[in-house]
C-alpha cells in the first residue's frame, strides 16, 4: 500500500489511507442537492459541480483521481471532501495516495455503505497551523495573481469553500445581473448576503451588499433583522481605506450587520471538527474603525497567530 496520509483509529491506532476511486467522486463534483439548498431568498443558482475551482482534478470512474499541479491552488477542498483521507498535501500541491493492488469490485450501493462504515470509523490527523495556512493562502494567491478567469475562480472558491464548511450556499449564475445577491448564504437563522472581492474596490462592493439588503428587505419580504451583509476579500486592505470608517457609520446609522470575511479565515475552516462557523459568523468577523475580531476569529481556528498581518487578517501598515 502506498500512502502518506496518516489517519487515527478510534482506538488511537495509526494507519493509512489510499484512494477507493469512488463512483460518485465526491472529490471532484457536487451533488445536486448540495448545490440545491432550500434558501428563504430565492435565485438562479451556479451549476458548476466541480469541488476544484481552478479546474485541477478530474476522475474517471473507478479510478484515483488525477491532479494538475500547475493549476492546483491548495486550497484543500478536495482534501476534505475525500471521504477515506487519500487526499493529502504535498510539496507541490495536493497528491494522493494510490492504492498498489486491485480493488475489490463492488456494486455501488454496497461501496458506499462500506465506505461510510470506515469513514465513521476513523478521523483525520491532520492539523491546521499558521505556516501552513500562510502557504496555502499564498498559492491562491499565485493563482489568482496569473489565471485569466481570476474572478471566476475566487467566486467559485468560495462557494465550495462554505459548502465545505457546511453552511447552504448558492452562487449566482456568471453575467446575472439580476440576481439580488452574487452569494446568498444560510447562516443559522439568518441570510448572509454576499459580495465576492478579489481586487481592491471595497468600497463599491460594500454599497452591492447594502443594496442587496434593502432589496432583500423590500422585494422578498426578509426582514432586515435577518439580513447580514458580508464581502470576501483575499486580504484586508491598507488602514487607511475608507473601507472601516464606511462600516462604523453603517453600522452606526442603519443598525445594518456587515461582516468581513478574509480568505485565510475560510481556508483555514477547512477540515475543522471543532469548527461552529455559524457562531464566528454571527458574532465575529467584525472590522471597523475600532473593533478587529479577526486575529481572535481565526486563532479560534489554528490557535494564536504570530503574523496576522500575513494572514490577511489585520490591515496592512
Known amino acids: 500500500m502506498n500512502s502518506d496520509t496518516v489517519w487515527l483509529s478510534l482506538y488511537g491506532e495509526a494507519t493509512t489511507a489510499f484512494c477507493l476511486g469512488c463512483p460518485d467522486s465526491p472529490c471532484t463534483r457536487f451533488t445536486h442537492e448540495e448545490l440545491a439548498p ?25 479510478n484515483a483521481p488525477q491532479l494538475d499541479s500547475e493549476r492546483c491552488t491548495s486550497c484543500g477542498i478536495c482534501i476534505a471532501r475525500c471521504p477515506v483521507g487519500a487526499l493529502h498535501l504535498g510539496n507541490s500541491g ?40 500562510i502557504q496555502r493562502l499564498t498559492e491562491v494567491e499565485k493563482c489568482l495573481a496569473t489565471t485569466p478567469e481570476s474572478d471566476s475562480v475566487l467566486r467559485m472558491l468560495v462557494r465550495n469553500l462554505l459548502i465545505v464548511v457546511g453552511l447552504p450556499t448558492q452562487l449566482s449564475r456568471t453575467g446575472d445581473n439580476n440576481a ?11 441570510t448572509m448576503l454576499l459580495q465576492v472581492e478579489p481586487g481592491s474596490d471595497l468600497l463599491d462592493n460594500l454599497r452591492r451588499a447594502m443594496t442587496t439588503v434593502a432589496v432583500a428587505d423590500s422585494r422578498y419580504g426578509l426582514p ?15 488602514k487607511r481605506v475608507d473601507y472601516y470608517e464606511v462600516i462604523t457609520d453603517v453600522e452606526k446609522r442603519l443598525g445594518l450587520k456587515i461582516r468581513t470575511l478574509p480568505l485565510a479565515i475560510l481556508l483555514a475552516a477547512v477540515g475543522n471538527p471543532t469548527l461552529d ?37 489585520v490591515p496592512a501598515k
Open 38 to 62: 432550500t434558501l428563504k431568498l430565492p435565485m438562479s443558482q451556479n451549476p458548476d459541480v466541480s469541488v476544484c475551482p481552478s479546474s485541477a482534478i478530474s476522475q474517471e470512474a473507478g
Open 94 to 133: 495536493v497528491e494522493v495516495s494510490e492504492c498498489d493492488f486491485d480493488p475489490v469490485p463492488y456494486e455501488e450501493t454496497e461501496f458506499l455503505g462500506r465506505r461510510a462504515l470506515l469513514s465513521e470509523s476513523l478521523r483525520f490527523a491532520d492539523q491546521h497551523d499558521e505556516v501552513s495556512l
Open 180 to 190: 439580488v445577491a452574487e452569494c446568498v448564504v444560510e447562516v443559522g437563522d439568518s
Open 224 to 238: 432586515k433583522s435577518e439580513l447580514i451583509a458580508g464581502v470576501v476579500v483575499v486580504r484586508l486592505p491598507h
Open 277 to 313: 462557523f455559524v457562531e464566528l459568523v454571527i458574532n465575529g468577523m467584525i472590522v471597523s474603525s475600532q473593533v478587529n475580531t479577526l486575529s481572535e476569529d481565526l486563532g479560534k481556528l489554528i490557535g494564536p497567530t504570530q503574523d496576522p498581518e500575513q494572514l490577511g487578517v
